[in-house]
């Protein structure tokens, strides 16, 4: 009887150590039920109130700049030269914001200046030259066209800019022969060219040339200008229009845009001042 009642008496106990157990552990879920999550909040409070977190991010001027492939900055840049164009006869873009101007392309000064990432106004002249001396070697431009002299030429930013999607745009020098030159012999010089101010690469270009028309291959001009640009290649232009420049010497090709949009390029030649150019248009 002693050991049956001392065997009842262990069980007992052990029974009341488990439900002891078990109220400790209910007792300590409600305490961190209750105060745990405010107590945690706190303490991340903690780390992020009146703390200083630095994050590099981009500046508002640089972080509209969309990454563009090289067809679609051809084409923007077409777009936009056209809107120039015809702006030229009435409306002055100078200074204007892209916000304030009608259509769907804009080509307006740059009055901010260069930012970070592109060729700045003291670059460009030697940037231009080491354009040409890789379209010299390509054997688009002969070599006897002359380097641009900073005292002959005058150098101007431009934003080419599609206003519905301000994001996509493109900054391009145009580089031109000074008006104080223009008296000059103009023999184996560089007129014009647009020129891109991230990448250097020459869009357009006007040159007097010692060449001929019959001296230049359009075709073989148009494929290793594409491959220089980074371009798809080049499609030839159908159209037997002969009054589409004002000169008879040219060939015409076109590229794909965005979307379903093409952008054409023109190789021509100005017989009697010897000018060869390269220019795109839509």
């Given at each position: ?148 002299e900073p005292d002959s ?75 220089y640009m980074g371009l ?51």
């Open positions: 009887m002693k050991n049956k009642g001392r065997e009842e008496w262990f069980g007992n106990g052990r029974i009341g150590s488990v439900s002891i157990l078990f109220l400790l552990c209910a007792g300590l879920s409600i305490v961190l039920s209750v105060w745990g999550p405010e107590t945690l909040a706190e303490y991340k409070d903690r780390e992020i109130l009146n703390v200083i977190h630095t994050e590099e991010a981009e500046t508002a001027g640089e972080g509209y700049r969309y990454t563009l492939s090289a067809n679609e900055k051809l084409y923007i840049l077409a777009q936009c030269l056209n809107s120039r164009i015809l702006s030229e006869s009435g409306q002055n873009l100078q200074g204007m914001d892209y916000q304030e101007l009608s259509g769907s392309y804009a080509f307006v000064v740059n009055h901010k200046g260069p930012s970070g990432q592109e060729i700045t106004d003291e670059q460009i002249y030697e940037t231009g030259n080491r354009g040409m001396e890789e379209l010299k070697e390509l054997g688009i431009l002969p070599d006897a066209v002359k380097e641009v030429y005058d150098a101007v930013l431009y934003s080419a800019i599609d206003i519905l999607e301000p994001r996509n745009n493109v900054a391009v020098w145009k580089v031109s022969l000074s008006d104080s030159q223009r008296n000059a012999n103009k023999a184996n010089r560089l007129i014009d060219a647009y020129i891109d101010a991230d990448e250097g690469k020459i869009y357009e270009f006007y040159v007097r040339t010692p060449l001929k028309w019959e001296d230049i291959e359009p075709d073989e001009v148009a494929r290793k200008w594409s491959a798809s290649e080049p499609r030839p232009y159908e159209s037997d229009n002969p009054l589409l420049e004002t000169t008879p010497y040219f060939k015409k090709y076109v590229y794909m845009g965005i979307g379903e949009e093409q952008t054409v390029m023109t190789i021509g030649f100005y017989e009697g001042i010897n000018e060869l150019f390269l220019k795109i248009s839509k």
